[in-house]
Protein backbone atom coordinates (compact mmCIF):
# COMPACT_ATOMS: atom_id res chain seq x y z
CA UNK A 1 0.00 0.00 0.00
CA UNK A 2 1.45 3.42 -1.00
CA UNK A 3 1.33 6.76 1.56
CA UNK A 4 -1.40 8.39 2.03
CA UNK A 5 0.11 11.72 2.98
CA UNK A 6 -1.17 13.76 0.57
CA UNK A 7 -3.57 17.14 0.77
CA UNK A 8 -6.89 17.02 0.59
CA UNK A 9 -7.88 13.71 2.07
CA UNK A 10 -10.05 12.81 4.90
CA UNK A 11 -11.67 9.56 6.61
CA UNK A 12 -14.43 8.81 8.41
CA UNK A 13 -15.72 5.94 10.72
CA UNK A 14 -19.38 4.95 10.89
CA UNK A 15 -21.34 3.48 13.97
CA UNK A 16 -20.70 -0.14 12.14
CA UNK A 17 -16.47 0.78 12.35
CA UNK A 18 -16.12 1.00 8.95
CA UNK A 19 -13.65 3.39 7.65
CA UNK A 20 -13.83 5.60 4.47
CA UNK A 21 -11.76 7.71 2.22
CA UNK A 22 -12.33 10.67 1.12
CA UNK A 23 -10.86 13.57 -1.32
CA UNK A 24 -12.57 16.60 0.09
CA UNK A 25 -11.72 20.10 -2.07
CA UNK A 26 -13.84 23.23 -2.25
CA UNK A 27 -17.19 21.38 -0.04
CA UNK A 28 -16.73 18.06 -2.91
CA UNK A 29 -16.49 14.60 -1.49
CA UNK A 30 -15.94 12.27 -3.82
CA UNK A 31 -15.28 8.38 -2.53
CA UNK A 32 -11.77 6.90 -2.73
CA UNK A 33 -12.26 3.43 -3.48
CA UNK A 34 -9.73 0.55 -2.24
CA UNK A 35 -7.63 0.52 0.57
CA UNK A 36 -6.00 3.34 1.13
CA UNK A 37 -2.65 4.08 -1.65
CA UNK A 38 -3.65 1.21 -3.72
CA UNK A 39 -3.18 2.02 -7.53
CA UNK A 40 -6.96 2.24 -7.33
CA UNK A 41 -7.20 4.47 -4.93
CA UNK A 42 -4.47 6.99 -6.25
CA UNK A 43 -6.21 7.12 -9.44
CA UNK A 44 -8.85 8.40 -8.03
CA UNK A 45 -7.37 10.26 -6.04
CA UNK A 46 -5.05 12.29 -8.86
CA UNK A 47 -7.75 12.40 -11.14
CA UNK A 48 -9.93 14.87 -9.02
CA UNK A 49 -7.40 16.58 -8.06
CA UNK A 50 -5.88 17.42 -11.69
CA UNK A 51 -9.22 18.53 -11.82
CA UNK A 52 -9.37 21.00 -9.36
CA UNK A 53 -5.46 22.31 -10.13
CA UNK A 54 -7.06 23.07 -13.28
CA UNK A 55 -10.19 24.73 -12.44
CA UNK A 56 -8.56 27.00 -9.59
CA UNK A 57 -5.48 27.67 -12.54
CA UNK A 58 -8.23 28.90 -14.66
CA UNK A 59 -10.08 31.14 -11.84
CA UNK A 60 -6.79 32.66 -10.88
CA UNK A 61 -6.44 33.46 -14.59
CA UNK A 62 -9.49 35.10 -14.57
CA UNK A 63 -8.91 36.80 -11.29
CA UNK A 64 -5.47 38.70 -12.45
CA UNK A 65 -7.60 39.41 -15.83
CA UNK A 66 -10.43 41.16 -14.12
CA UNK A 67 -8.04 42.80 -11.65
CA UNK A 68 -5.52 44.14 -14.25
CA UNK A 69 -8.68 46.25 -16.13
CA UNK A 70 -7.01 50.25 -17.29
CA UNK A 71 -9.52 51.20 -13.90
CA UNK A 72 -6.59 49.48 -11.78
CA UNK A 73 -3.87 50.83 -14.05
CA UNK A 74 -4.79 53.95 -13.87
CA UNK A 75 -4.74 54.05 -10.19
CA UNK A 76 -1.24 52.02 -10.14
CA UNK A 77 -0.38 55.06 -12.95
CA UNK A 78 -1.78 57.60 -10.49
CA UNK A 79 -0.26 56.36 -7.26
CA UNK A 80 3.12 55.86 -8.72
CA UNK A 81 6.13 58.68 -7.69
CA UNK A 82 6.67 59.20 -11.37
CA UNK A 83 3.34 60.82 -11.66
CA UNK A 84 3.52 62.49 -7.95
CA UNK A 85 6.55 63.99 -8.75
CA UNK A 86 4.71 66.28 -11.29
CA UNK A 87 3.54 69.88 -11.04
CA UNK A 88 -0.01 69.97 -9.49
CA UNK A 89 -1.00 71.52 -12.88
CA UNK A 90 0.41 68.74 -15.59
CA UNK A 91 -1.20 65.94 -13.05
CA UNK A 92 -4.78 67.49 -13.64
CA UNK A 93 -3.58 67.33 -17.27
CA UNK A 94 -2.73 63.89 -17.37
CA UNK A 95 -6.45 62.79 -15.62
CA UNK A 96 -8.22 64.91 -17.59
CA UNK A 97 -6.59 63.37 -20.98
CA UNK A 98 -6.96 60.26 -19.82
CA UNK A 99 -10.76 60.84 -18.31
CA UNK A 100 -13.02 59.95 -21.68
CA UNK A 101 -10.93 56.85 -22.38
CA UNK A 102 -11.51 55.61 -18.64
CA UNK A 103 -14.90 56.45 -18.52
CA UNK A 104 -15.30 54.06 -22.18
CA UNK A 105 -12.69 51.72 -21.77
CA UNK A 106 -11.58 51.59 -17.72
CA UNK A 107 -13.67 47.95 -17.22
CA UNK A 108 -11.42 46.35 -19.83
CA UNK A 109 -8.18 44.33 -19.10
CA UNK A 110 -5.49 45.49 -20.09
CA UNK A 111 -3.60 42.02 -21.76
CA UNK A 112 -6.60 41.69 -24.22
CA UNK A 113 -5.67 44.71 -25.97
CA UNK A 114 -4.20 44.52 -29.07
CA UNK A 115 -2.46 47.16 -31.85
CA UNK A 116 -5.43 47.18 -33.81
CA UNK A 117 -7.55 48.68 -30.37
CA UNK A 118 -5.43 51.56 -29.95
CA UNK A 119 -5.17 52.27 -33.34
CA UNK A 120 -8.88 52.57 -34.03
CA UNK A 121 -9.46 54.35 -30.90
CA UNK A 122 -6.81 57.11 -31.88
CA UNK A 123 -8.23 57.11 -35.46
CA UNK A 124 -11.69 57.71 -34.99
CA UNK A 125 -10.60 61.34 -32.71
CA UNK A 126 -8.79 62.84 -35.82
CA UNK A 127 -11.42 65.38 -35.41
CA UNK A 128 -9.72 66.30 -32.32
CA UNK A 129 -5.83 65.74 -33.28
CA UNK A 130 -4.39 67.38 -30.22
CA UNK A 131 -6.41 65.44 -27.59
CA UNK A 132 -5.48 62.12 -29.66
CA UNK A 133 -1.86 62.92 -29.43
CA UNK A 134 -2.34 63.35 -25.70
CA UNK A 135 -4.02 60.66 -25.09
CA UNK A 136 -1.56 58.25 -27.07
CA UNK A 137 1.14 60.14 -24.88
CA UNK A 138 -0.49 59.37 -21.38
CA UNK A 139 -1.76 55.60 -23.16
CA UNK A 140 2.31 54.89 -23.62
CA UNK A 141 3.11 55.83 -20.34
CA UNK A 142 0.38 53.50 -18.91
CA UNK A 143 1.97 50.49 -21.04
CA UNK A 144 5.19 51.49 -19.52
CA UNK A 145 4.02 50.47 -16.10
CA UNK A 146 2.21 47.72 -17.09
CA UNK A 147 5.39 45.67 -18.64
CA UNK A 148 7.50 46.50 -15.23
CA UNK A 149 3.96 45.09 -13.29
CA UNK A 150 4.52 42.05 -15.62
CA UNK A 151 0.80 42.49 -17.23
CA UNK A 152 1.73 42.67 -20.36
CA UNK A 153 4.71 41.85 -22.71
CA UNK A 154 4.88 44.56 -25.64
CA UNK A 155 3.65 47.78 -25.64
CA UNK A 156 0.27 47.39 -27.86
CA UNK A 157 0.43 51.18 -28.90
CA UNK A 158 3.74 50.76 -30.94
CA UNK A 159 3.08 51.63 -34.01
CA UNK A 160 0.47 53.98 -33.62
CA UNK A 161 1.07 57.42 -35.74
CA UNK A 162 0.77 60.36 -33.92
CA UNK A 163 -1.18 63.44 -35.93
CA UNK A 164 0.53 65.84 -37.55
CA UNK A 165 -0.01 69.71 -36.02
CA UNK A 166 1.09 73.02 -36.46
CA UNK A 167 3.14 74.99 -34.88
CA UNK A 168 1.49 77.61 -32.31
CA UNK A 169 0.88 80.81 -33.99
CA UNK A 170 3.31 83.86 -33.29
CA UNK A 171 0.87 86.79 -33.67
CA UNK A 172 2.09 89.33 -35.32
CA UNK A 173 2.78 93.07 -35.15
CA UNK A 174 -0.55 93.91 -37.29
CA UNK A 175 -2.73 91.32 -35.13
CA UNK A 176 -1.28 93.14 -31.51
CA UNK A 177 -2.01 96.56 -33.37
CA UNK A 178 -5.76 95.28 -33.81
CA UNK A 179 -6.18 93.58 -30.51
CA UNK A 180 -4.95 97.10 -29.14
CA UNK A 181 -6.95 99.19 -30.92
CA UNK A 182 -10.01 97.50 -29.49
CA UNK A 183 -8.98 97.05 -26.15
CA UNK A 184 -7.74 100.08 -24.48
CA UNK A 185 -5.64 100.97 -21.86
CA UNK A 186 -7.45 100.58 -18.38
CA UNK A 187 -9.44 97.92 -19.41
CA UNK A 188 -8.70 94.39 -17.66
CA UNK A 189 -8.23 93.04 -21.02
CA UNK A 190 -5.77 94.97 -22.32
CA UNK A 191 -3.87 94.83 -19.20
CA UNK A 192 -3.62 90.73 -19.02
CA UNK A 193 -2.55 90.99 -22.84
CA UNK A 194 0.27 93.38 -21.86
CA UNK A 195 1.41 91.20 -19.11
CA UNK A 196 1.45 87.97 -21.29
CA UNK A 197 3.10 90.05 -23.81
CA UNK A 198 5.97 91.82 -21.57
CA UNK A 199 7.12 88.39 -19.53
CA UNK A 200 6.36 85.96 -21.72
CA UNK A 201 5.24 83.69 -19.23
CA UNK A 202 2.62 80.61 -20.12
CA UNK A 203 -1.69 81.25 -18.82
CA UNK A 204 -0.74 79.67 -15.90
CA UNK A 205 1.79 81.60 -14.52
CA UNK A 206 0.37 84.92 -15.91
CA UNK A 207 -2.63 84.37 -13.19
CA UNK A 208 -0.11 84.19 -10.30
CA UNK A 209 2.09 86.89 -11.36
CA UNK A 210 1.93 89.53 -8.29
CA UNK A 211 2.02 93.00 -8.56
CA UNK A 212 5.85 94.46 -9.10
CA UNK A 213 8.69 95.04 -6.54
CA UNK A 214 11.51 96.97 -7.11
CA UNK A 215 11.12 97.06 -11.15
CA UNK A 216 10.83 93.58 -10.95
CA UNK A 217 8.01 90.75 -11.58
CA UNK A 218 8.84 87.64 -9.55
CA UNK A 219 7.60 84.54 -10.84
CA UNK A 220 7.37 80.77 -10.03
CA UNK A 221 6.72 78.59 -12.65
CA UNK A 222 3.80 76.11 -12.03
CA UNK A 223 5.06 73.77 -14.73
CA UNK A 224 8.81 73.94 -14.18
CA UNK A 225 9.17 75.75 -10.97
CA UNK A 226 11.94 77.92 -11.74
CA UNK A 227 11.63 81.13 -10.06
CA UNK A 228 12.05 84.00 -12.13
CA UNK A 229 12.59 88.09 -12.14
CA UNK A 230 11.49 89.80 -14.55
CA UNK A 231 12.00 93.72 -15.33
CA UNK A 232 9.26 95.59 -15.90
CA UNK A 233 9.56 96.88 -19.41
CA UNK A 234 8.54 100.97 -19.66
CA UNK A 235 5.34 99.86 -21.62
CA UNK A 236 4.25 97.12 -19.15
CA UNK A 237 4.53 99.47 -16.90
CA UNK A 238 2.48 102.09 -18.22
CA UNK A 239 -0.51 100.31 -18.46
CA UNK A 240 -0.01 98.81 -14.82
CA UNK A 241 -0.02 102.75 -13.77
CA UNK A 242 -3.43 102.78 -15.10
CA UNK A 243 -5.08 100.00 -12.31
CA UNK A 244 -5.43 100.29 -8.47
CA UNK A 245 -3.19 97.81 -6.70
CA UNK A 246 -5.97 96.37 -4.64
CA UNK A 247 -5.18 93.10 -4.23
CA UNK A 248 -1.54 90.91 -4.40
CA UNK A 249 -1.67 89.95 -7.78
CA UNK A 250 -1.94 91.65 -11.00
CA UNK A 251 -5.32 89.71 -12.57
CA UNK A 252 -6.51 88.64 -9.37
CA UNK A 253 -10.94 88.91 -9.82
CA UNK A 254 -12.50 91.56 -8.29
CA UNK A 255 -13.33 89.53 -4.78
CA UNK A 256 -9.72 89.67 -5.16
CA UNK A 257 -9.30 85.68 -5.41
CA UNK A 258 -6.80 84.12 -7.74
CA UNK A 259 -8.13 83.84 -11.36
CA UNK A 260 -8.08 80.01 -12.95
CA UNK A 261 -6.26 79.44 -15.69
CA UNK A 262 -9.35 78.32 -17.61
CA UNK A 263 -11.43 81.20 -16.68
CA UNK A 264 -8.38 83.23 -18.00
CA UNK A 265 -8.28 81.25 -20.87
CA UNK A 266 -11.89 81.71 -21.66
CA UNK A 267 -11.65 85.65 -20.96
CA UNK A 268 -8.58 86.19 -23.22
CA UNK A 269 -10.07 84.00 -26.28
CA UNK A 270 -13.65 86.23 -26.00
CA UNK A 271 -11.30 89.23 -26.03
CA UNK A 272 -9.57 88.11 -28.97
CA UNK A 273 -12.31 87.10 -31.08
CA UNK A 274 -14.41 90.26 -30.11
CA UNK A 275 -11.22 92.17 -31.23
CA UNK A 276 -11.97 90.89 -34.92
CA UNK A 277 -8.91 88.25 -35.04
CA UNK A 278 -8.73 84.87 -36.24
CA UNK A 279 -8.75 81.32 -33.96
CA UNK A 280 -5.16 81.31 -34.65
CA UNK A 281 -4.45 83.82 -32.41
CA UNK A 282 -4.46 82.29 -29.05
CA UNK A 283 -3.40 83.66 -25.50
CA UNK A 284 -0.12 80.92 -25.98
CA UNK A 285 1.07 82.59 -28.73
CA UNK A 286 1.72 85.84 -27.14
CA UNK A 287 4.07 84.00 -24.97
CA UNK A 288 5.76 82.92 -28.42
CA UNK A 289 5.24 86.70 -29.59
CA UNK A 290 7.86 87.65 -26.90
CA UNK A 291 10.33 85.17 -27.35
CA UNK A 292 10.30 86.10 -30.67
CA UNK A 293 10.75 90.07 -30.01
CA UNK A 294 13.73 89.09 -27.86
CA UNK A 295 15.43 86.99 -30.75
CA UNK A 296 14.91 90.49 -33.23
CA UNK A 297 16.35 92.56 -30.46
CA UNK A 298 19.65 90.04 -31.15
CA UNK A 299 19.27 88.47 -27.62
CA UNK A 300 20.78 85.44 -27.37
CA UNK A 301 19.27 81.57 -26.31
CA UNK A 302 20.20 82.39 -22.78
CA UNK A 303 18.88 85.83 -22.43
CA UNK A 304 15.55 84.95 -23.93
CA UNK A 305 15.18 81.77 -21.27
CA UNK A 306 16.13 84.04 -18.41
CA UNK A 307 12.85 85.75 -19.44
CA UNK A 308 10.52 82.70 -20.44
CA UNK A 309 11.95 80.26 -18.42
CA UNK A 310 12.39 77.57 -20.89
CA UNK A 311 14.37 74.13 -19.30
CA UNK A 312 15.99 73.70 -22.66
CA UNK A 313 17.81 75.25 -25.30
CA UNK A 314 15.49 73.33 -27.72
CA UNK A 315 12.58 74.49 -26.73
CA UNK A 316 13.62 77.78 -27.18
CA UNK A 317 15.01 78.16 -30.43
CA UNK A 318 11.80 76.38 -31.44
CA UNK A 319 9.88 79.40 -30.82
CA UNK A 320 12.64 81.49 -32.05
CA UNK A 321 13.47 79.32 -35.59
CA UNK A 322 11.84 81.83 -37.62
CA UNK A 323 13.35 85.20 -36.62
CA UNK A 324 16.70 83.30 -36.99
CA UNK A 325 15.41 82.15 -40.68
CA UNK A 326 14.54 85.76 -41.72
CA UNK A 327 18.02 87.56 -40.14
CA UNK A 328 20.04 84.49 -41.78
CA UNK A 329 17.94 85.32 -44.76
CA UNK A 330 18.87 88.67 -44.92
CA UNK A 331 22.51 88.53 -44.35
CA UNK A 332 22.86 86.45 -47.29
CA UNK A 333 20.94 88.24 -49.65
CA UNK A 334 23.28 91.51 -48.25
CA UNK A 335 26.25 89.11 -49.30
CA UNK A 336 25.62 88.16 -52.44
CA UNK A 337 24.23 91.65 -53.05
CA UNK A 338 27.92 92.54 -52.31
CA UNK A 339 29.35 90.27 -54.46
CA UNK A 340 30.77 91.51 -57.67
CA UNK A 341 31.68 88.68 -59.94
CA UNK A 342 31.20 89.56 -63.26
CA UNK A 343 27.64 87.80 -65.58
CA UNK A 344 25.12 87.90 -63.04
CA UNK A 345 21.97 88.54 -64.11
CA UNK A 346 21.41 92.20 -62.41
CA UNK A 347 24.76 93.24 -64.45
CA UNK A 348 23.72 91.49 -67.51
CA UNK A 349 20.70 93.82 -69.34
CA UNK A 350 21.49 92.88 -72.85
CA UNK A 351 21.44 96.15 -74.09
CA UNK A 352 25.21 96.63 -73.28
CA UNK A 353 27.05 97.51 -76.35
CA UNK A 354 30.33 95.76 -75.36
CA UNK A 355 28.24 92.45 -75.51
CA UNK A 356 30.28 90.68 -78.32
CA UNK A 357 28.43 88.89 -81.02
CA UNK A 358 28.57 85.29 -82.00
CA UNK A 359 31.07 84.60 -84.72
CA UNK A 360 30.43 82.54 -87.60
CA UNK A 361 32.73 80.45 -89.10
Not at 34 to 59: I, M, T
Not at 234 to 253: D, F, G, V
Request: net charge positive.
Amino acid sequence: MGSVDLPYIQKKTNAQGRTYWFYRRNGRYVTLPGLPGSDEWLAVYWSERQKDDASKARADKQTRTKDRTFNRLSLEFFNSPGFKKLAASTRRAYRSNLSGFLEQYGHLPVPGVKFQHINKIIGDMDDRPGAANNLLKRLREMFKLARRLEWIDRDPSEGVSFYRLGEIHTWTDDEITQFCKRWKPGTTQRLAFMVQLHTGQRNSDVVKEPWPRDGEIRVTQVKTGAHLWIPVMPELAEELSLHQRRHALILATDSGRPRSTAGYGNMMRAAIREAGLPARCTPHGLRKAAAAHLAEAGCTTREIMAITGHATLAEVERYTRAVDQRRLAKDATAKRSANTRVGTTAKDSGNDPKTPTQSTN
